[in-house]
């Protein structure tokens, strides 16, 4: 099946720091990826939509300039959280749709959690 | 608007046992109906899809979900629970010609030796 791997798994950083997590797909191509966040005991929450080439879409609540998306080709998307706090802490997971799949299954990557102290 | 309900938070079953974790869900449209299985401080792994046709759907490790229009259900079974299969299910939904999947709050699969 699809492999989607991010980096890096786990981070710890200090407050006011900015965080990138990358996000690919491996042996497929994806127009679309997506980011969630997960916390602990929770569902995942969609954060925004990242689309190849184009500016992401964000769902309501999340801010543009605190989580940046960047999706500069076809198997990597990035999400750079910026000064991160304690309360950005959480599980971060991204997924990418298989573009060559008439109805597309997301993939997940193994998530990234991250600890700001 | 689109939501599902997974009424469950924790389903224990023994091995060896059939076990069935519940799932129902409302959205306008045909529906693309999806499991996932969760394990620790894991990302998600697909098990199996609902998007068309039989509405009885196999998956992956021997699961198999029944779609129920009727009931606008989608209940995850297998008949025989493993050790292993404890984890973290979520099913997820997503509207037709939507972009994006909306996820249940998940169910924590516990199957005791």
């Known amino acids: 099946g699809a492999v989607v791997s991010q980096h890096p798994s786990w981070v710890i950083c200090k407050s006011g720091t900015s965080v990138k997590i990358e996000c690919r797909s491996l042996d497929f191509q994806a127009t679309t990826m997506f980011w969630y966040r997960q916390f602990p005991k929770q569902s995942l929450m969609l954060m925004a939509t990242?689309?190849?080439?184009?500016?992401?879409?964000?769902e309501q609540g999340v801010e543009k300039d605190k989580f940046l998306i960047n999706h500069a080709s076809l198997t990597l998307s990035t999400l750079t959280v910026t000064s991160a706090h304690p309360e950005d802490s959480s599980f971060y997971i991204c997924?990418?749709?298989?573009?060559?799949?008439?109805?597309?299954?997301?993939?997940f990557g193994p998530g990234t959690r991250l600890l700001v102290l | 608007a689109q939501s599902v309900a997974q009424p469950e938070d924790q389903v224990n079953v023994a091995e060896g046992n059939p076990l069935t974790v519940k799932c129902t869900y409302s959205?306008?449209?045909?529906?693309?109906l999806f499991w996932y299985v969760q394990y620790p401080n894991r990302g998600l792994q697909f098990l199996l899809k609902y998007i068309t046709g039989d509405n009885l759907v196999k998956g992956s490790y021997g699961f198999e979900a029944e779609f129920n229009k009727s009931q606008t259900s989608f209940h995850l079974k297998k008949p025989s629970a493993l050790v292993s299969d404890s984890a973290l299910y979520f099913c997820a939904v997503r509207r037709t010609g939507a972009n994006n999947l909306f996820f249940g709050t998940g169910t924590r699969l516990t199957v005791i030796p």
């Open positions: 997924s990418a749709r298989d573009r060559r799949l008439a109805q597309e299954t997301q993939y």
């Open positions: 959205v306008s449209g045909n529906p693309y």
């Open positions: 990242s689309n190849e080439g184009s500016k992401a879409t964000y």
